[in-house]
């Protein structure tokens, strides 16, 4: 039996500078559990048309493959994912996906998929690829076999965890530079941080396009988007200095300028989750991913617990979920057992 699991990704302060259109960029971001996890389990002689069986666990969904002739009919991104692999003929196996993390929550949740799906099939192949080479080989399904709008940042922190500093020198070449920080940091970070679902999914890529025909032509040059580099600089200093009010300016300057891109991709949810963080004296809110009219939202406390408590319990009354939230030190990881 294979296993391999891989972290989402929150507060993406930078987000929409790690895409083509901005040409060159910076995302400040955190890898977060609840993970994805994938396990692939050996059956013996099956049949060649059936060779890959894939259950989703959280959709309740099995249907089999065979990886020679995959149609991309029925989850496309797990079926390029398996293409791209190099599997060797004689193997036959069930595939199990599951994650915590609602699908669409815009935390990076299907590049997760995507990284842990390819780390584990990368254990049946000759070679071993490296985090960065999974990243890129993710990426590389969603835009190149899927056609679909995408920057770099999920996949990049999927495949090596922690709190990443990331650079783009020319889509889709990139730095990822890990924030080593004191404990004392890191778990009062945790303990500040809240990730509020809304209940309804995101499609990243439908709202990628509207953001594109407002930039226009010279995107790489307009000012919102090199505010945006700038806020992920701020990001970083602001952690490594140990200023949660500055990372929640940070945060909240982020979801300003979010706003200025397109006016949907702030929802009026995350409008009212906002207003009712601000009656508990949040320091910041960054609305995750793309935005739009689904997903979720993070939100940095005062790092008062109880009041924090009191903010969930409020939030949770008026339908809001608040997804179970560890800071991740690891990116993928992938082994074997019996």
Not at 144 to 164: E, F, K, P, T, V
Not at 272 to 283: A, S
Not at 310 to 315: A, S, W
Request: aromatic share 8%; glycine share 8%; hydrophobic share 45%.
């Amino acid at each position: 039996m294979l296993k391999a699991v891989a972290p989402i990704r929150i507060c993406d302060i930078g987000g929409w500078t790690d895409t083509w259109f901005a040409g060159t960029g910076a995302v400040f971001n955190i890898a977060v559990y609840p993970y994805v996890e994938v396990q692939i389990r050996l059956i013996p002689g099956a049949d060649a048309t059936k060779r890959v069986v894939i259950h989703l666990e959280n959709f309740g969904d099995t249907y089999a493959v065979n990886p020679t002739a995959i149609a991309y009919d029925k989850h496309p991104l797990i079926d390029a994912a398996i293409d791209v692999m190099a599997i060797p003929d004689d193997l036959a196996f069930r595939i199990t996906i599951f994650s915590d993390a609602p699908p669409g929550a815009s935390t990076g949740t299907s590049a997760a998929v995507s990284v842990a799906l390819i780390g584990a099939l990368d254990c049946l192949t000759a070679g071993r690829l490296t985090p960065h080479e999974v990243a890129a080989l993710a990426h590389s399904l969603e835009t190149d076999r899927l056609g679909l709008q995408c920057g770099i940042q999920d996949q990049l922190a999927s495949a090596y965890g922690g709190i990443n500093f990331i650079q783009m020198h020319a889509f889709p070449h990139a730095s990822v530079s890990q924030l080593q920080i004191p404990n004392s940091i890191w778990w009062e970070l945790e303990h500040r941080l809240a990730v509020l679902y809304i209940g309804t999914p995101h499609s990243s890529s439908a709202i990628h396009q509207k953001v594109i025909a407002t930039l226009g032509k010279d995107a790489s040059a307009d000012p919102r988007l090199q505010r945006l580099r700038e806020l992920a600089v701020e990001a970083k200093d602001a952690v490594y200095a140990g200023d949660f009010t500055r990372l929640g300016r940070a945060m909240s300057h982020n979801t300003e300028v979010q706003r200025a891109l397109h006016k949907e991709l702030v929802c009026q949810a995350f409008e009212e989750i906002i207003t009712i963080g601000r009656d508990f004296d949040v320091l910041g809110w960054k609305v995750n991913g793309a935005g739009g009219d689904g997903g979720s939202i993070t939100l940095l406390s005062d790092g008062d617990g109880e009041k924090k408590r009191k903010l969930l319990g409020v939030l949770r009354q008026r339908g809001y979920s608040a997804l179970p939230l560890y800071l991740s030190r690891h990116g993928l990881r992938a082994w074997q057992t019996e």
